[in-house]
């Protein structure tokens, strides 16, 4: 068992997709108590299955940090999807709406709005740590993941994709770019990199698939929202057509790295991590 002393309670705010539950998997495994703050609207019900937790709603800042202290989390890390509500939506209780007015909900994008939070936590004496400090090899390594390589204008899509997302990332919009024979099937805005996926499977020309090229934002917030990919990405990949998925090395986690080779090996797709520039 860990020794709590050198390892605090952990807290997990989570929002959607499969990153909440391997990081309590990976609590698990090493022995770690963690408490799980699940969104409302965001989590789903399996994050938060045989570990203590609590549900609370997005715009419920005040509820959320008492929840937190009250559960005697001292070290805490963001994970998982969350959809950005309107502010009206969102429903801000005072503590929220503190915060926004301070920082401008809508004038910042999805990290400046991240950073905010994460400075907040700080500010309320929790420790912040990234998800990839919990999980073991779960940064992208530089080159193919797999059995597959990109050809000659698979790399041309891929250096196109670069340099359109980084051109986005700098304005805080998205991480992802799907890339066809030099033709931008679609960019990362708010829906998220799997409905990028999903949309772009009906705008697919003629002749080689598409490559989704998915990059950190300058600047980002290292310890929330990195750049994500996993099975389900590759599976989605396949789906739309695409001929495979280039990522950031060193800055993009990758789920269940073993089951993402094995899928794009199985599907023909390549997976091939690119040193940032």
């Known amino acids: 068992m860990a020794d709590s002393a050198a390892t605090p309670r952990l807290g997990i705010v989570a929002g959607g997709g499969a990153l909440p539950r391997r990081l309590v998997e990976a609590c698990r495994n090493a022995g770690r ?3 799980v703050l699940a969104l409302e609207g965001a989590a789903e019900p399996e994050t938060v299955i045989d570990v ?3 549900w609370c709603r997005i715009g419920a800042a005040a509820r959320g940090l008492a929840l937190l202290r009250q559960n005697g989390v ?5 994970a998982g999807g969350v959809r950005r509500p309107s502010l009206a939506s969102l429903r801000p209780d005072w503590r929220a709406a503190k915060l926004f007015a301070r920082v401008g909900y809508r004038a ?14 700080e500010r309320e004496g929790f420790r912040v740590i990234g998800p990839d400090q919990i999980l073991q090899r779960s940064l992208a ?3 193919p993941f797999g059995r597959h390589r990109p050809d000659k204008q698979a790399l041309a899509d891929i250096a196109r994709g670069e340099r359109i997302a980084r051109a986005l990332g700098a304005l805080d919009i998205g991480q992802g770019v799907v890339v066809q024979q030099g033709l931008v099937l679609g960019v990362e805005a708010i829906e998220g990199t799997d409905e990028l996926i999903r949309r772009c499977g009906g705008l697919r020309r003629e002749g080689p698939g598409g ?3 998915k990059i950190e934002k300058p600047g980002q917030e290292h ?5 994500t990919i996993g099975p389900t990405t590759v599976a989605l990949a396949c789906a739309a057509g695409l001929r495979g998925i280039a990522v950031e090395a ?3 986690i990758v789920l269940d790295r073993d089951e993402v080779i094995a899928a794009a090996d199985a599907a023909g797709l390549f997976v091939v991590g690119i040193r940032g520039r």
């Open 33 to 35: 108590d963690v408490f």
């Open 52 to 54: 203590a937790h609590a």
């Open 74 to 78: 001292k070290e805490l890390t963001l």
């Open 108 to 121: 910042l994008g999805d990290d400046g709005l991240l950073s905010a939070v994460v400075a907040e936590f």
């Open 141 to 143: 390594p530089e080159g």
């Open 211 to 213: 490559v989704l090229v």
């Open 223 to 227: 310890r929330a929202d990195r750049p």
């Open 250 to 252: 060193g800055t993009t």
